[in-house]
T-cell receptor
Framework: AQSVTQLGSHVSVSEGALVLLRCNYS??????LFWYVQYPNQGLQLLLK??????LVKGINGFEAEFKKSETSFHLTKPSAHMSDAAEYFC???????????FGKGTRLSVIA | EPEVTQTPSHQVTQMGQEVILRCVPI?????FYWYRQILGQKVEFLVS????????KSEIFDDQFSVERPDGSNFTLKIRSTKLEDSAMYFC?????????????FGPGTRLTVL
């Protein structure tokens, strides 16, 4: 069975600082990994996904994530935080095309001016 | 850009009442999902639906729950007799196919409060 663990339910950074949101996965088969973002009163929006091509994945809004098999990690980063990045971020995993997404608990990102 | 829509955005109901949550998936999508998130907990899978039948369901999706695609556009989740523990945010998602690269697109959610 697949699972993901997001370290830190709340992360606070200053505007312009590096954003690092941590996600570790557990999977008995090669995983496919996703980061979703939820802005207040909106649905979950896909930021980026890893589907066994390049290990460094670039997404929308300047975010990227690196798949590290040796560390079973898929951490999300952004070099410079913007106020508009304040949201809830969810890491998720899927084992194959038709199986449902398995989500982490989410990390709330706050950006301080 | 096409999007998944859900109504209502917030539903308050009394314990034991039936509720129907509605979703309009993206028009050319074939797979539909319901997830829920109890406050402070993970987003959890409830059920997937394809070709007018349930494809997969979780342990949460017991006999109190049902899904339906009553017409060509709507996808509904019915809870027959709501319990306090059904209070959660319910998300609908749709997907064009089952390739791993096919993204699940989520709606904004319906917040269900059971009193």
């Amino acid at each position: 069975a697949q699972s993901v663990t997001q370290l830190g339910s709340h992360v606070s950074v200053s505007e312009g600082a590096l954003v690092l949101l941590r996600c570790n996965y557990s999977s008995s088969v090669p995983p496919y990994l996703f980061w979703y973002v939820q802005y207040p009163n909106q649905g979950l929006q896909l930021l980026l996904k890893y589907t066994s091509a390049a290990t460094l994945v670039k997404g929308i809004n300047g975010f990227e994530a690196e798949f590290k098999k040796s560390e079973t990690s898929f951490h999300l980063t952004k070099p410079s935080a913007h106020m508009s990045d304040a949201a809830e971020y969810f890491c998720s995993v899927i084992s194959s095309g038709n199986t449902p997404l398995v989500f982490g608990k989410g990390t709330r990102l706050s950006v301080i001016a | 850009e096409p999007e998944v829509t859900q109504t209502p955005s917030h539903q308050v109901t009394q314990m034991g009442q039936e509720v129907i949550l509605r979703c309009v998936p993206i028009s050319n999508h074939l797979y539909f999902y319901w997830y829920r998130q109890i406050l402070g907990q993970k987003v959890e899978f409830l059920v997937s639906f394809y070709n007018n039948e349930i494809s997969e369901k979780s342990e949460i999706f017991d006999d109190q729950f049902s899904v339906e695609r009553p017409d060509g556009s709507n996808f509904t989740l019915k809870i027959r007799s709501t319990k306090l523990e059904d209070s959660a945010m319910y998300f609908c998602a749709s997907r064009v196919g089952t390739q791993t690269t096919d993204t699940q697109y989520f709606g904004p959610g319906t917040r269900l409060t059971v009193l």
